[in-house]
């Protein structure tokens, strides 16, 4: 029960996490970017369900070679009796037995051709999506990236016209980060599911390099909220606030 991951139990953590962010940050791209990263959780649903089940235009590909192979291994045994009961020479029997053997070592090269093209068609659909979720690694990146907190636990450089403005507290900026970082970590879980219903080498390579950048953004992202942790003013995080709707928004 416990040993493979929930589509379904992941993508009601997605929409949780989207309510989350749309009550602290109303109207904010974040919340827009995670409202994205629940639409295509959905469409994992499907995409998997389509992986894991037979391509049947192959499957039926197969079978026809299969019967074709049957056939001619017939044909074959035929010509050998027919040959043994009027007693052809042998070199009458190889002319006879050459070609239909060598059509079978053909029909054997297009079932392992048809049984390889099941698995690369499976896994071109998977590594499509893994690309959409290490595309939006890096857009949850960005939005991370202009969130320093030295605006906030020091003397903060003076600004230009290009600094960005940054309008949220210590309390607002750590959970805005703390909300990419669960994004993040949930793109790695999306990603684990392709090749939970796929184990094929290079899928489950492609979800490895995933993980490994969500998991390197998540670090970044984790060394600016023990930085904002260590801020007095900070203090404990509250369990819920007076008036989220009244809360700054931060995109």
């Given at each position: 029960?416990?040993?493979?991951?929930?589509?379904?139990?992941t993508?009601?953590?997605l929409?949780?996490?989207r309510n989350r962010?749309?009550?602290?940050f109303?109207?904010?791209?974040?919340q827009?970017v995670c409202?994205?990263?629940?639409?295509?959780?959905?469409?994992t649903?499907?995409?998997?369900?389509?992986?894991?089940?037979?391509?049947?235009?192959?499957?039926?590909?197969?079978?026809l070679?299969?019967?074709?192979a049957?056939?001619?291994?017939?044909?074959m045994?035929?010509?050998?009796?027919?040959?043994q009961?009027?007693?052809?020479?042998?070199?009458?029997?190889?002319?006879?037995?050459?070609?239909?053997?060598?059509?079978?070592?053909?029909?054997?090269?297009a079932?392992?051709f048809?049984f390889?093209?099941?698995?690369r068609?499976?896994?071109?659909?998977a590594?499509?999506v893994?690309?959409?979720?290490?595309a939006?690694?890096?857009?949850i990146d960005?939005?991370?990236?202009t969130?320093?907190?030295?605006?906030i636990?020091?003397?903060?450089?003076?600004?230009?016209?290009?600094s960005?403005?940054?309008t949220l507290?210590s309390?607002?900026?750590?959970r805005?980060?703390?909300y990419?970082s669960?994004?993040?970590s949930?793109?790695?879980?999306?990603?684990?599911?392709?090749?939970q219903?796929?184990p094929?080498?290079?899928v489950?390579?492609a979800?490895?390099?995933?993980?490994?950048?969500?998991?390197?953004?998540?670090r970044?992202?984790?060394?600016?909220i023990?930085?904002?942790e260590?801020?007095?003013?900070?203090g404990?995080?509250?369990?819920a606030p007076a008036?989220e709707?009244?809360?700054?928004?931060d995109?």
């Open positions: 029960m416990y040993r493979e991951l929930d589509v379904d139990r993508i009601e953590t929409h949780t996490l962010v749309g009550e602290r109303p109207d904010s791209s974040l827009a409202g994205e990263l629940t639409d295509l959780a959905r469409e649903r499907k995409r998997i369900e389509s992986i894991s089940q037979p391509h049947m235009p192959t499957r039926l590909g197969v079978a070679v299969l019967l074709l049957i056939g001619l291994t017939a044909l045994v035929t010509g050998i009796v027919v040959s009961r009027d007693r052809f020479s042998i070199v009458e029997l190889i002319q006879v037995t050459e070609p239909a053997t060598n059509e079978i070592v053909l029909i054997g090269a079932l392992l048809l390889g093209m099941e698995v068609i499976k896994r071109t659909r590594l499509k893994l690309h959409e979720l290490r939006m690694s890096h857009v960005m939005h991370q990236l969130k320093d907190p030295n605006h636990l020091g003397s903060p450089a003076s600004r230009t016209k290009s960005p403005q940054r507290t309390f607002e900026l750590t805005y980060l703390d990419c669960e994004m993040l949930l793109i790695g879980k999306l990603a684990a599911l392709y090749a219903s796929l094929d080498t290079v489950v390579a979800v490895n390099d995933i993980e490994t950048l969500t998991n390197g953004m998540s970044k992202i984790w060394q600016k023990v930085m904002l260590k801020d007095p003013a900070n404990p995080l509250p369990s008036s709707s009244q809360t700054p928004t995109d």
